[in-house]
Structure formats: C-alpha cells, structure tokens
C-alpha cells in the first residue's frame, strides 16, 4: 500500500478529489445522527465546485490531500491568519477548517502521513486550531498530538456541538 500526502491546487482535479472525500466523510460520519436526505440536501448546498475553486486559489488557505494507491483517502484544509472569538491577540493563527479521513482509509499510517504533511506546512505559526465536534473520527490525532480544549462551540456541518482545541507552536 502507497501512501503519499501531497499538496493540492485549486484544479477540476484537485476539488473532484477533495469533493470525493469530504462526501464520502460527510455520509458516512452523521449517518447515525441525521437521515440521509438531511446529508444529501446539506453535500447539493454546501459543496460547490466554483466556490472551492475560490477558496483554494486565495493564498491564505492551503489543501493537502492524502492518497492510498492513488486513491483520495483524506484531506486537511487550513487557513493561515484565521484566529477564533477571544483568541489571544497578537497571535499568528491557522485555523484547521476541514479534516477527513474515509472510514476504509481510516489507519494510523494514513492518518500519520496526513498531520506530518500538514504540520511542516504550518510550522511557521504561533498556533494551530480546530473547531471539531466531540465524534468527529479523527479527534483523537488532534488530542495525541498535544492539542489543548479552549472552550465550546458550535461546528459544521449541521450545527453541531463542538469543542475549540489549540496547539501552541511558538516557544
């Protein structure tokens, strides 16, 4: 099994992959929560193809894609200078603002070939956080990895609660 995380640009090709795992993420993650007309109305509003094209050409935010075999298994989409309500001032901020992993895909070494890419794309930042909700599969990375709860919050898709977790860089 090949595992490569690699960055990805604003293309067809890297939204088509992208688009591929976050609705296959999305599926599978709130199918226990919420019936499957409620995720398929929020993938046909939320997911736009020329929209995710814009987001991925403003220099601010960056995608790194994880492939298996030259499959799309996962992504991190990351926002630099994006701090949360109350942030400490001052602070160079990234925001985490998408993290998936697919379920069939979901091992410690994909998971591991994804933060390592991502965390020596961000190493120039006095903080790292996310907005992730409490069953999100992939908490536990951001747990192991030394990020600290800041306070609650309310996460997307479908409003759910969540918790604000951080992980300070500078020294």
Not at 29 to 58: A, C, G, Q
Request: proline share 3%; with cysteine; charged share 25%.
């Amino acid at each position: 099994m090949e595992i490569v995380s690699k960055f990805a640009v604003g293309s067809d090709k890297g939204v088509d992959d992208l688009f591929d795992v976050k609705k296959a993420f999305i599926r599978d993650t709130y199918k226990e929560d919420f019936p499957s007309e409620t995720i398929e109305n929020y993938i046909k509003e939320h997911l736009d193809h020329r929209k995710m094209i814009n987001v991925l050409n403003d220099l601010s935010n960056q995608l790194i894609m994880v492939f298996v075999d030259d499959e799309p298994a996962g992504y991190c989409l990351f926002k630099s200078g994006s701090g949360y309500s109350d942030a400490p001032e001052g602070k160079k901020m990234t925001e985490i603002i998408g993290f998936g992993i697919v379920s069939e895909y979901n091992s410690s070494e994909v998971k591991a070939s994804l933060w390592n890419k991502v965390k020596s794309a961000i190493k120039f930042t006095d903080s790292i956080w996310i907005n992730i909700h409490q069953n999100h599969p992939q908490l536990d990375i951001f747990k192991d990895n030394g990020f600290d709860f800041v306070k609650e919050s309310i996460s997307e898709p479908f409003g759910m609660a969540s918790s604000i977790y951080e992980l300070n860089i500078s020294k």
